[in-house]
């Protein structure tokens, strides 16, 4: 069972000894489920999320995606620490995918999700972003320091760890955020900036440290993108970031990159 005493490698030994049971219990819910998706005759071939207790009394959820000639699985483990719930999603090549309790704050306050209980905000996270697909970010002096996960809500920013074989998902970023006004990020946020507080006070430094986080996003997704774009829209999308940059006070992108691809867990 997983405890909040445990090291890194005591939950990675407990996760991988525990799976073996609950890959056993997928396989039979992914005959059942083929079997239920025969008798429909339909087309229609929808996921399905199980919830499961082990025998070690670990607490597991898994999404299961039927095909004729195979089943995708998707198993998430996730236990209460001294932070809050954390989560652990296995990849196919033993990998281990973590998301911590301050993750999952950032998603619920990004994506504005009016959802109270911890445990139903992990569900429609996975639900929804079972699947991402990571990339390795550069950022300083054309070295590889974190890793940017693109799902269907938006992306993850976080640490990929090579020796462990996992990946730390520090923060997100929602579609509405890096998108948002024809996908720009300095007109989403360009008024804020702005705002004066009595005519004395500057712009807001909410605002500001969530313009410095949309930057560090963006210049990623540019960099990862660029060889799709023509020159033109190129240029000035470019000219647009180093808009968005100048208004944002020296030292907090650092920071930003930092809380996003830095060390630590939140």
Same mark, same amino acid.
């Given at each position: 069972?997983?405890?909040?005493?445990?090291?890194?490698?005591?939950?990675?030994?407990?996760?991988?000894?525990?799976?073996?049971?609950?890959?056993?219990?997928?396989?039979?819910?992914?005959?059942?489920?083929?079997?239920?998706?025969?008798?429909?005759?339909?087309?229609?071939?929808?996921?399905?999320?199980?919830?499961?207790?082990?025998?070690?009394?670990?607490?597991?959820?898994?999404?299961?995606?039927?095909?004729?000639?195979?089943?995708?699985?998707?198993?998430?483990?996730?236990?209460?620490?001294?932070?809050?719930?954390?989560?652990?999603?296995?990849?196919?090549?033993?990998?281990?995918?973590?998301?911590?309790?301050?993750?999952?704050?950032?998603?619920? =306050?990004?994506?504005? *999700?009016?959802?109270?209980?911890?445990?139903? /905000? %992990? $569900?429609?996270?996975?639900?929804?972003?079972? !699947?991402?697909?990571?990339?390795?970010?550069?950022?300083?002096?054309?070295?590889?320091?974190?890793?940017?996960?693109?799902?269907?809500?938006?992306?993850?920013?976080?640490?990929?760890?090579?020796?462990?074989?996992?990946?730390?998902?520090?923060?997100?970023?929602?579609?509405?955020?890096?998108?948002?006004?024809?996908?720009?990020?300095?007109?989403?946020?360009?008024?804020?900036?702005?705002?004066?507080?009595?005519?004395?006070?500057?712009?807001?430094?909410?605002?500001? =440290?969530?313009?410095? *986080?949309?930057?560090?996003?963006?210049?990623? /997704? %540019? $960099?990862?993108?660029?060889?799709?774009?023509? !020159?033109?829209?190129?240029?000035?999308?470019?000219?647009?970031?180093?808009?968005?940059?100048?208004?944002?006070?020296?030292?907090?992108?650092?920071?930003?990159?930092?809380?996003?691809?830095?060390?630590?867990?939140?």
């Amino acid at each position: 069972m997983l405890l909040p005493t445990m090291n890194e490698k005591e939950i990675r030994r407990e996760i991988f000894a525990d799976h073996e049971v609950v890959q056993r219990k997928m396989d039979h819910d992914a005959r059942r489920q083929w079997r239920v998706v025969l008798k429909s005759r339909t087309k229609d071939n929808p996921p399905v999320m199980y919830d499961y207790r082990s025998p070690q009394k670990n607490t597991w959820l898994y999404i299961i995606k039927t095909y004729k000639k195979r089943n995708v699985f998707y198993p998430i483990i996730y236990y209460y620490n001294k932070r809050g719930l954390t989560a652990y999603q296995l990849t196919e090549k033993d990998g281990l995918l973590i998301y911590t309790s301050h993750f999952f704050t950032r998603f619920r =306050e990004r994506m504005s *999700l009016d959802i109270a209980d911890p445990l139903e /905000l %992990l $569900k429609r996270f996975f639900w929804v972003n079972h !699947e991402i697909n990571y990339e390795d970010v550069n950022y300083r002096d054309g070295q590889v320091d974190g890793v940017m996960g693109v799902c269907v809500d938006g992306i993850t920013l976080g640490k990929r760890d090579n020796i462990a074989n996992s990946t730390l998902n520090r923060t997100f970023l929602s579609k509405k955020m890096m998108f948002a006004h024809q996908q720009m990020p300095h007109r989403y946020m360009k008024h804020d900036l702005d705002r004066k507080v009595k005519g004395e006070k500057g712009p807001d430094p909410n605002k500001l =440290e969530a313009a410095a *986080l949309m930057y560090v996003g963006m210049e990623n /997704l %540019l $960099k990862l993108n660029a060889y799709k774009l023509d !020159e033109e829209h190129l240029v000035n999308l470019r000219k647009q970031l180093e808009e968005t940059k100048g208004m944002i006070p020296e030292g907090m992108i650092d920071e930003m990159k930092r809380q996003a691809f830095g060390k630590g867990e939140d």
